[in-house]
């Protein structure tokens, strides 16, 4: 009788099974030994004490160990990744059929989705969020049964960019629903959000992936230092498509650095005084006359801005860096924003070089984390002023965008 097939078998490429499994045997090398077959220089690095002259582990074990550990869940059930972009493209590369399979999303959402699909060769179906920038799940998952090669569905909760938190309890309703796709539910801002993560479901369910990263709450942005968490056979299956050596020595250590267990209580203050920075400036409303409410994390506040000029912007604008799914989508749609103020100092960008900006977009595409800023959009066919309700956030202004008036 034949083992059962898993659903990571069932799903993935047949170029990715026909690969051997990943070998994470390794425990790392011996500092004093010399790995003839590696042909590693022989003399220490110059400028820094950190042994960047080895080669790092394939997997780091330590790490590994202690990021399941920090989400609740064994070794097997986690794959170390270059940030959650690196686990969103492992995932796309080790299931989608180029010209066949395809991804689901709902946007707006993180670009990144669609973008490592496109490298793939993958279709994406866009179920767009409603009015409230809110998951429509049930429609999700009638356009994913009716199209029937959707391998991946991708949730970000809490979003990027609205800030919207998608309940557990719906995606884990979107996962029965849909036995024979993996759900992806990107947690990058969880911690953020007063939401229980789903790792440890997502470590006994074949189709169901949680991505976490250390970028966000644990301020290793530029070490880059991600992870897939999901049940063991889909995290293996996933693993042969990743590269020999993800992460460099000095993210590792970076990484092993933050998470030691003493500095677990300094993460959760600086946590905890983002969000009361957050509140606090939310909660100081330049006008509540349209406010309606809008994500951040979980939470609803109304925050409603004037014109640009009356923000001390000037009528012709300035351009400012932002993020660019929001300005892609509310560029070619009708009665959005015309003023968006946002808690970051942006750069300035010309509305000529903005890439996702629509036909609409006034200027601006999206911000950058700091303290005050703001993006100016047109409507595509009216040029009265839509009032907007926007989150102040210190965390960072692709987590939390607001909710408008048409």
């Given at each position: 009788m034949s083992?059962?097939?898993?659903?990571?078998?069932?799903?993935?490429?047949?170029?990715?099974?026909?690969?051997a499994p990943f070998d994470i045997a390794?425990?790392?090398?011996?500092?004093?030994?010399?790995?003839?077959?590696?042909?590693?220089?022989?003399?220490?690095?110059?400028?820094?004490?950190?042994?960047v002259n080895r080669y790092p582990e394939s997997q780091p074990q330590a790490l590994r160990a202690r990021m399941a550990a920090l989400y609740g869940v064994e070794r097997e059930n986690l794959w170390v990744t270059r940030g959650a972009d690196d686990a969103i493209e492992l995932l796309v590369r080790s299931f989608c059929n180029p010209g066949e399979d395809a991804i689901a999303i709902s946007s707006p959402t993180f670009t990144a989705y669609e973008r490592f699909a496109a490298v793939q060769g993958a279709r994406v179906i866009?179920?767009?969020?409603?009015?409230?920038?809110?998951l429509r799940a049930d429609a999700l998952a009638e356009a994913i049964l009716a199209d029937g090669k959707v391998k991946l569905a991708f949730v970000c909760s809490p979003a990027n960019p609205t800030g919207n938190v998608v309940p557990p309890a719906d995606i884990l309703a979107l996962a029965d629903r849909l036995p024979d796709t993996i759900v992806v539910a990107d947690e990058a801002y969880v911690e953020f959000a007063e939401v229980e993560s789903l790792a440890r479901e997502a470590a006994t369910r074949e189709n169901l992936v949680v991505l976490r990263t250390l970028s966000k709450a644990f301020g290793l942005a530029g070490a880059r230092v991600g992870a897939l968490v999901g049940h063991p056979d889909t995290v293996a299956m996933t693993s042969r498509a990743s590269p020999f050596y993800p992460?460099?020595?000095?993210?590792?250590?970076?990484?092993?650095?933050?998470?030691?267990?003493?500095?677990?209580?300094?993460?959760?203050?600086?946590?905890?005084?983002?969000?009361?920075?957050?509140?606090?400036?939310?909660?100081?409303?330049?006008?509540?006359?349209?406010g309606r409410g809008v994500g951040h994390g979980g939470e609803a506040v109304g925050h409603a801005?004037?014109?640009?000029?009356?923000?001390?912007?000037?009528?012709?604008g300035r351009g400012f860096r932002g993020v660019g799914g929001l300005a892609g989508h509310?560029?070619?749609?009708?009665?959005?924003?015309?003023?968006?103020?946002?808690?970051?100092?942006?750069?300035s960008w010309p509305p000529s070089?903005?890439?996702?900006?629509?036909?609409?977009?006034?200027?601006?595409?999206?911000?950058?984390?700091?303290?005050?800023?703001?993006v100016a959009f047109t409507s595509s066919s009216s040029q009265s002023i839509a009032n907007a309700l926007v989150s102040l956030s210190t965390i960072t202004p692709s987590t939390n965008v607001s909710r408008f008036l048409a």
């Open positions: 083992a059962r097939q898993s659903l990571a078998e069932k799903l993935a490429r047949p170029e990715i099974r026909a690969l390794e425990t790392g090398p011996d500092p004093d030994a010399i790995l003839l077959d590696s042909n590693e220089s022989p003399f220490a690095p110059m400028g820094t004490d950190v042994p866009d179920v767009a969020l409603d009015s409230d920038f809110d992460l460099p020595v000095p993210s590792i250590e970076a990484a092993m650095a933050a998470l030691g267990p003493s500095r677990r209580s300094l993460h959760e203050r600086r946590i905890a005084e983002l969000l009361d920075e957050r509140d606090a400036g939310a909660h100081e409303r330049v006008d509540h006359a349209a801005v004037g014109r640009g000029e009356e923000l001390g912007f000037g009528s012709a509310l560029g070619g749609r009708t009665g959005l924003v015309n003023d968006l103020l946002r808690n970051g100092f942006a750069h070089s903005c890439p996702s900006a629509g036909a609409g977009a006034k200027f601006g595409c999206t911000m950058r984390p700091s303290r005050v800023s703001a």
